[in-house]
């Protein structure tokens, strides 16, 4: 009897066990995390910017579409980032871009991820002609020149953020892709994973439950920086008239008023807000990825 008991604690105990050292590594992650000012700088000025988005309908002052008499106006009490050339009020515009900008960058990021984490997976753990057939696809995909299959997929397809967040989801995870298959091939080879295999568990159990798990520290660090990089390419596109379309605001599309000399030379309450809005955003979130980065990386870990 005493023997049954202890048989029945065991397993209580290991889980236990395994649920302290998950803790306990989370905590060391988040603590070195942490030191890193310019990461824990970056964390706040990202954050402001997300509640920014989600507070956008109690924070702008007017309705960024609403169309006034004061046309391209200088900063005033009634417009305190002044107006835009057909009179509208370009703080709640502002305000309201940050939603277009954020959407692009963690929808783009979250579409590419899951297509280049199946895939390196696949890759790295089949191995033979899955592996060449899936490596010698994403050197030809990152053979092209990026700029420009974007522009002609948005130009082909039609310029909408839907468009463009579905374009750039589809185009940016050969990267992912070969971080992945990298990790899995040196995983693969470690004395629990063939353990499992020799237990009998299935291809997508030992994948996805024991392989994959130990690959999300380059897996989140790419994405965060595939965010910032994100956020530009909408910002350029909108900027070249091939994204996000008025009325619509995006940070990029504001940007496009400073085409003109004019513009740039009277007038720069039109395109300095956005372009430091998009210069804090893509900072902010490399600090944030630098940070990710040192804190999760193994040769540094103690």
């Not at 515009?93 to 954020?102: F, G, M, N």
């Not at 080879?189 to 130990?214: C, R, W």
Request: charged share 15%.
């Amino acid at each position: 009897m005493a023997n049954a008991k202890l048989n029945e604690q065991m397993p209580l105990r290991s889980s236990e066990t395994t649920f302290g050292q998950e803790e306990s590594y989370l905590r060391m992650i988040t603590n070195r995390f942490l030191k890193h000012k310019l990461a824990v700088l970056g964390l706040i000025v990202f954050s402001l910017i997300v509640l920014t988005a989600i507070l956008a309908p109690l924070l702008a002052p007017s309705d960024p579409y609403a169309i006034s008499e004061e046309f391209a106006a200088k900063p005033s009490d009634a417009h305190l980032l002044g107006t835009d050339q057909v009179g509208r009020d370009l703080l709640s515009r502002l305000i309201y871009a940050s939603r277009v900008s954020l959407s692009v960058g963690v929808g783009a990021v979250a579409i590419y991820v899951v297509i280049g984490t199946v895939l390196g997976a696949m890759a790295g753990y089949f191995g033979k002609w899955i592996d060449m057939v899936i490596m010698r696809i994403t050197d030809v995909f990152m053979s092209f020149p990026y700029l420009m299959v974007i522009l002609v997929l948005v130009s082909i397809m039609g310029p909408s953020l839907a468009n463009i967040i579905i374009v750039l989801g589809l185009l940016g995870w050969p990267p992912i892709a070969r971080i992945v298959r990298g990790s899995v091939l040196s995983i693969k080879e470690m004395d629990y994973v063939k353990a499992g295999v020799a237990l009998g568990y299935s291809t997508p159990k030992i994948v996805f439950q024991h392989i994959l798990p130990n690959c999300m520290a380059p897996i989140l660090v790419n994405a965060t920086f595939g965010i910032a990089q994100a956020i530009i390419m909408e910002a350029s596109l909108s900027f070249l008239g091939m994204g996000v379309q008025p009325p619509t605001a995006s940070w990029g599309n504001m940007l496009t008023e400073a085409q003109s000399l004019t513009v740039l030379s009277s007038q720069p309450w039109l395109w300095i807000p956005p372009g430091l809005f998009i210069l804090l955003a893509v900072l902010a979130i490399n600090f944030m990825g630098d940070g990710l980065r040192d804190a999760m990386d193994p040769k540094t870990l103690k």
